[in-house]
């Protein structure tokens, strides 16, 4: 069974830094390509970043030159640093498994990881 | 970057009623490349549809998704749910790939009306 475990979120100050963790199972993390998607509160879904199973990244512009995807295969795990962060970054954190059938689907999600940036 | 805008924001029905849900984007979409996600409150996000009409897997056959123009590209996408069950009441998404970007719509919310 795939199953995706979000960690590492939590409260920051502004300009602060955070990584979180996603711990894969049920599937290798190398195998597919995987992405982070955040969502405000009380707001829609937005893609953060992509890691291709080739090891290729891409990341919406929001995000560009503050944070870094990366995965650790023999922990089976996906990473998301985060630095220079902002109250705009408040947001709950999903991690995201891509299908095996289509480009750039999601076809398992974490139950994500919450992320405050307060003073 | 293309946007995905979805109508309409808000679809107030009744169980058994038929929703027709849009997704229009700015620029030509591959129609594999669009996808659909339920969201329910509180709860992560799960795929519907993939490739505009494919259904996930375990996605009741209620859920249709079109927008496949021939050509394999296209701006408009619908989902429909054929008859509305009570556990459809949720937000829905459309997404897109498009080159180095993915991007979301803004969501529907389908509500008991």
């Known amino acids: 069974e795939v199953r995706l475990v979000e960690s590492g979120g939590g409260l920051v100050q502004p300009g602060g830094s955070l990584r979180l963790s996603c711990a894969g199972s049920g599937f290798t993390v190398r195998s597919t390509y995987m992405s982070w998607v955040r969502q405000a509160p009380g707001k829609g879904l937005e893609w953060v970043s992509i890691i291709y199973s080739g090891g290729t990244t891409y990341y919406a512009d929001s995000v560009k030159g503050r944070f870094t995807i990366s995965r650790d295969t023999a922990y089976n795990r996906l990473y998301l640093q985060m630095n220079s962060l902002g109250a705009d970054d408040t947001a709950v954190y999903y991690c995201?498994?891509?299908?095996?059938?289509?480009?750039?689907?999601?076809?398992?999600w974490g139950q994500g990881t919450v992320v405050t940036v307060s003073s | 970057e293309i946007v995905l805008t979805q109508s309409p924001g808000t679809l107030s029905l009744s169980p058994g009623e038929r929703a027709t849900l849009s997704c229009r984007a700015s620029?030509?979409?591959?129609?594999?490349?669009l996808a659909w996600y339920q969201q329910k409150p509180g709860q992560s996000p799960r795929l519907l549809i993939y490739g505009a009409s494919n259904r996930a897997s375990g996605i009741p056959d209620r859920f249709i998704g079109s927008g496949y123009s021939g050509s394999g590209s296209g701006t408009d996408f619908t989902l429909i749910i054929s008859r509305l069950e009570p556990e459809d009441f949720a937000v829905y998404y459309c997404?897109?790939?498009?080159?180095?970007?993915?991007?979301f719509g803004g969501g529907t919310k389908v509500e008991i009306k």
């Open positions: 997404q897109q790939y498009a080159g180095s970007l993915l991007t």
């Open positions: 995201a498994k891509g299908s095996m059938v289509v480009t750039a689907t999601f076809d398992y």
């Open positions: 620029q030509s979409v591959r129609s594999n490349s």
